[in-house]
């Protein structure tokens, strides 16, 4: 079975720095690895995914994630915040190869500070 | 149509009463989700189905929730005896295969 972890709940940076969300996973199988974005009221969409191409996968709206195996990570970056990125970011994990449950994680919640 | 439809957008219950939540996932999307996200909480899985597999109803929170699903079509949660608890976004999302979810805009359900 696979499971995500997102530590913590809430990150809060100033504009213009950088943000970093973290993203650990558990599968048994090579994985597929997503991060969506929640902005407030609206629906989910999604912002990037690693479907075992390349490590660095980047995204929209200037962020990227990188896959490490080594580390069962896939944490989400971008180098400089914007105010409109301020949301909930989901990560999430799939077995590659095969029509397998989406998996989710808890979610964090990104302020941005003027 | 385009992407996931769900319907009701909004529903106002009183206690005790069923309601049905209907989802249209894409054409072709072999899988289906059904989530629920309280206030201010993360996603909270329900089930899923894929298929003509038997479907994973792990997460259903108890008895008064089922959900059907016709083929690879329209999927229907029902929730009886509605709670109070029960208030949250229910959230729909269909998939052609592991690669990518896509999701409806939700239907919020208010219990009173």
């Known amino acids: 079975a696979q499971s995500v972890t997102q530590l913590g709940s809430h990150v809060s940076v100033s504009e213009g720095a950088l943000v970093l969300l973290r993203c650990n996973y558990s599968?048994?199988?090579?994985?597929?690895l997503f991060w969506y974005v929640q902005y407030p009221n609206q629906g989910l969409q999604l912002l990037l995914k690693?479907?075992?191409?390349?490590?660095l996968v980047k995204g929209i709206n200037g962020f990227e994630a990188e896959f490490k195996k080594s580390e069962t990570s896939f944490h989400l970056t971008k180098p400089s915040a914007h105010m409109s990125d301020a949301a909930e970011y989901f990560c999430?994990?799939?077995?590659?190869?095969?029509?397998?449950?989406?998996?989710f994680g808890k979610g964090i919640t990104l302020s941005v500070r003027p | 149509g385009a992407g996931v439809s769900q319907s009701p957008s909004n529903k106002v219950t009183e206690k005790g009463k069923d309601v049905e939540l209907r989802c249209d996932p894409i054409?072709?999307?072999?899988?289906l989700y059904w989530y629920r996200q309280r206030l201010g909480q993360g996603l909270e899985f329900l089930i899923y189905?894929?298929?003509?597999?038997?479907?994973?109803k792990s997460g259903l929170p108890s008895d008064r929730f089922s959900a059907e699903r016709t083929g690879e079509s329209v999927s229907t949660l029902t929730i009886q005896r509605t709670q109070q608890e029960d208030s949250a976004v229910y959230l729909c999302?269909?998939?052609?295969?592991?690669?990518?979810?896509?999701f409806g805009q939700g239907t919020r359900l208010t219990v009173v």
């Open positions: 999302a269909s998939s052609r295969d592991s690669t990518e979810a896509f």
């Open positions: 599968s048994s199988v090579p994985p597929y």
């Open positions: 690693y479907t075992s191409a390349a490590t």
């Open positions: 999430a994990v799939s077995e590659a190869g095969a029509n397998s449950k989406l998996t």
């Open positions: 054409s072709g999307h072999t899988a």
């Open positions: 189905f894929q298929g003509n597999s038997a479907p994973d």
